[in-house]
């Protein structure tokens, strides 16, 4: 009995180590990154092999990527650190243990700031009602292939195909909705090519996506009201029944960036003063404001209703007072610009008016000199021979003259008179035999 007892003992022992075995090497292993497998160019990663049994040592395998790294050669415990990592780190990894077991599963290890970042714009607007959608654009100069969203604190990764748009450059939108809690946060793009797609752009500025509408609205007003002379301190009070730990201004869609902390006011309300400074034509717009919690950044309330704030009385004078030394300084650049323009234009108007006013001066005084010059040289007498023209006449002594012209040429210079006197009168004679013409 006893030889074969110890024998079925030992038989159900090899047994047992070989079954063993045969599980722990086909044990499927799993490959992870610490702190992200999203390395930016420099930085180190660390890889974790992990298996059911710790402190074993395992084999790290390169299989995709292709620039080649240098062998990585021996075994390691658990983990193995990269870096500072370049573009060759770029691929996928598995790892095996060192004696037995099957390849974990491929592990994409993504290196960044290999190409200029990329900017990311969100539509309609940041500010997003609960149930709604959103549109992130993720667009670049570079004509990347393809865009990949990511959400911060979040391991998962959206990507679209790179689309070429008019204006030559590259752009992917992303749709975000209908707007929960899990949606809301910071996100930020990068860019790829397609025979590189483990490389990537630099990462985008982040846009913060914040849901509204899961708390009553709060109440803005105006301290002294909504219309302020230019100079005069603007404050906008935000109030709300509510126990908001923040409150946010916006205007005109624009976060102000200054969240502020509120106070006690009168009727128990909570309320946060935003103190605007002296009024400028800047200032003038539509504000807002919200509410939300510390423990929930990116969960505002509703809006408030609108608030038109208008700062006049800052385009009452173009021509700044020397007695008020604070006129130049809140006068605008633009402002001063066109008053010159104004000055310059009416300097041009004076002159060119004045300048017609002289010619028109001259011209009415050349024209009553040659007048007088006529008058006097000429009898203020009736011009008309026997109801003929005086035009006429004048033509006939055109040629009178000129007749007496040609003969005066060819008389000798002896048979010529001595002195004008002497001359006959051609005038008188062509008179004369004028009246012994008439019937």
């Not at 009995?1 to 722990?24: D, E, K, N, Q, Y």
């Not at 939300?292 to 408030?304: H, L």
Request: net charge negative; hydrophobic share 35%.
């Amino acid at each position: 009995m006893c030889p074969s007892l110890l024998s079925l003992l030992g038989l159900g022992f090899c047994v047992s180590l070989r079954i063993w075995a045969a599980a722990g090497k086909y044990e499927k292993l799993s490959l992870s990154a610490w702190p992200s497998p999203v390395v930016p160019l420099g930085q180190n990663v660390t890889l974790w092999c992990h298996s059911r049994s710790p402190l074993k040592r395992f084999r790290l395998f390169k299989t995709d990527g292709k620039r080649r790294l240098p062998k990585l050669q021996g075994h390691y415990f658990n983990n193995f650190t990269l870096g500072p990592v370049t573009r060759e780190h770029a691929g996928s990894y598995t790892c095996s243990e060192a004696d037995w077991s099957a390849l974990s599963d491929p592990l994409q290890i993504v290196v960044t700031g290999v190409f200029t970042k990329p900017a990311i714009s969100a539509h309609p607007g940041p500010l997003v009602q609960v149930g709604e959608n959103v549109t992130l654009r993720c667009h670049s100069l570079v004509w990347f292939d393809n865009f990949t969203l990511h959400q911060e604190n979040s391991t998962g990764l959206s990507q679209r195909r790179g689309q070429m748009l008019t204006g030559g450059y590259a752009a992917a939108d992303f749709i975000i909705g209908p707007m929960t809690l899990a949606s809301v946060g910071t996100y930020r793009c990068y860019g790829s090519l397609r025979h590189s797609p483990y490389e990537w752009s630099a990462p985008s500025d982040p846009v913060d996506i914040i849901i509204t509408g899961l708390s009553k609205k709060p109440s803005l007003s105006a301290q002294g009201g909504p219309m302020v002379r230019s100079g005069e301190n603007v404050t906008l009070v935000c109030s709300s029944e509510s126990d908001f730990d923040q409150f946010h201004l916006l205007r005109d869609g624009e976060n102000l960036g200054r969240p502020l902390s509120g106070g006690w006011g009168p009727r128990r309300a909570l309320q946060a003063e935003f103190p605007l400074g002296p009024g400028t034509p800047a200032h003038s717009g539509v504000y807002r404001c919200y509410g939300s919690f510390t423990r929930s950044p990116y969960s505002w309330s509703d809006s408030s209703d609108p608030l038109f704030l208008s700062v006049t009385g800052s385009t009452t004078s173009t021509c700044p007072s020397t007695m008020d030394p604070h006129t130049s300084e809140e006068a605008p650049l633009p402002q001063e610009h066109s008053s010159m323009w104004y000055i310059v234009l009416g300097l041009s108007i004076a002159f060119t008016s004045t300048s017609i006013i002289l010619a028109a001066l001259v011209c009415h005084w050349c024209s009553t000199q040659n007048h007088v010059a006529i008058m006097e040289g000429e009898p203020m007498e009736d011009r008309t021979v026997n109801g003929e023209d005086s035009a006429a006449e004048d033509v006939i002594y055109a040629h009178l003259d000129l007749g007496t012209l040609s003969e005066r040429q060819s008389t000798p210079a002896s048979l010529r008179p001595m002195h004008p006197s002497t001359e006959p009168n051609i005038y008188e004679e062509f008179n004369i035999n004028q009246d012994h013409a008439e019937p």
